[in-house]
């Protein structure tokens, strides 16, 4: 199992940092060489490299693509 997280559009994901608005919730909107994201708290959207993404996850909540 590899440890980075694999991430898909769809998936919720709960960050270490909180955005200024409170909310640590995200979801992806759309992966690219960066990737999108848009908070839950706000409905603000965010750009960020996916090295960066990658490190600010704590836990993905829920997996976009996940047919459980
Ligand atoms: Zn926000």
């Known amino acids: 199992m590899p440890n980075i997280p694999v991430i898909k559009v769809g998936d919720i994901l709960?960050?270490?940092k909180n955005h200024p608005c409170g909310s640590k919730i995200f979801t992806v909107s759309r992966i690219g060489s960066d990737i999108k994201l848009t908070c839950t708290g706000c409905g603000r959207t965010l750009m960020l490299d996916r090295i960066k993404v990658e490190k600010m996850i704590k836990k993905i909540?829920?997996?976009g693509d996940n047919h459980e």
Do not use: C, L, T
């Open 61 to 63: 909540i829920s997996n």
């Open 14 to 16: 709960e960050m270490k």
